[in-house]
């Protein structure tokens, strides 16, 4: 991604934003506000906990594959999203260590720079991003989707968020490969992990084949929300890739 002005970037995605706008020569405008994904099976509905604003010790995600890889056509991709409130936030603790959105936290990367993300149908986002070469970006974030909104469970919400962003934000793309749909459990709390890979046609940058993208989307119990991780890390960089595979296995519900 390409940032212009101060906020967004990542998903390798070309920008010129202010705060909580993408757009960019390499991906997409933003669309329409509606969320549309695969068919909603019932809603998970674990013990819900009492927040606060430190993060407990969870174990790391407990993958159990659950369906077969597809490939979609850019058409085939559905990209209307609800229009979220990614500004405004919800208060968490300030420290070096943790990232904080949506009652689940990451660990911060030292070498990465806070924000970039402020995707639009999303709420209490909070991210980090990096440079992965002249013109593209990448990042990780956590958030909060609302239910009310059309997210009514994890399965569903992971898959719809992974289609806002392949279909909102790449103008180039090809082809949207699911790797796998998983699914996950943290800290007890039941959710599913979705990775896919965008492919893109970009001339004006070469040897860029596009991002992997992996949505991981957790019913921490809290009333109305779910949680979601997001990230992206470009199609052949093995170490980002792992990197994003480590933030996932080191999230924590924020207890």
Same mark, same amino acid.
Request: charged share 20%; hydrophobic share 35%.
């Given at each position: ?33 509606? $969320? ?8 998970? *509905? ?6 606060? @604003?430190?993060?407990? &010790?969870?174990? *790391?995600? !407990? ?20 229009? +979220? =409130?990614? &500004?405004?936030?919800? %208060? ?33 986002? /909070?991210? %980090?991003?990096? @440079?992965?070469?002249? =013109? ?11 239910? %009310?909104?059309?997210?009514?469970? !994890? ?7 992974? *289609? ?9 793309? $090809? =082809? ?6 998983? %699914? ?25 084949? =596009?991002?992997?993208? /992996?949505?991981?989307?957790? /019913?921490? +119990? ?11 890390? $470009?199609?052949?960089?093995? $170490? ?16």
């Amino acid at each position: 991604m390409v940032f212009v002005v101060m906020i967004v970037a990542g998903l390798a995605l070309v920008l010129i934003g202010v705060v909580a706008v993408f757009a960019s020569t390499n991906q997409a405008a933003q669309r329409g506000y509606e $969320t549309t994904a695969s068919p909603t099976p019932t809603r998970e *509905s674990p013990t819900a906990t009492n927040p606060t @604003q430190s993060p407990t &010790k969870q174990p *790391s995600p !407990t993958p159990t594959p659950t369906e077969t890889p597809i490939i979609l056509k850019p058409s085939e991709v559905k990209a209307k999203c609800h229009l +979220g =409130g990614p &500004k405004p936030r919800a %208060q968490h603790p300030v420290d070096d260590e943790w990232i904080y959105g949506g009652k689940i936290a990451m660990r911060r990367v030292p070498e990465w720079k806070d924000k970039g993300f402020a995707f639009l149908w999303v709420h209490d986002i /909070d991210s %980090q991003t990096f @440079q992965h070469s002249e =013109g593209w970006f990448n990042g990780a974030s956590v958030s909060a989707l609302r239910v %009310q909104e059309g997210f009514e469970n !994890t399965e569903k919400a992971a898959k719809s968020s992974l *289609s806002c962003v392949a279909g909102s934000y790449y103008t180039d793309l $090809t =082809g949207l490969e699911y790797k796998f749909v998983k %699914q996950v459990s943290l800290g007890g709390k039941k959710g599913h992990w979705v990775r896919a890979q965008a492919n893109v046609d970009t001339p004006e940058l070469l040897g860029i084949e =596009g991002d992997i993208i /992996d949505v991981v989307v957790i /019913d921490t +119990g809290a009333e109305g929300d779910l949680s979601m991780f997001l990230s992206t890390a $470009t199609i052949g960089d093995d $170490t980002n890739i792992k990197k994003m595979e480590d933030l996932i296995n080191n999230l924590r519900v924020v207890e």
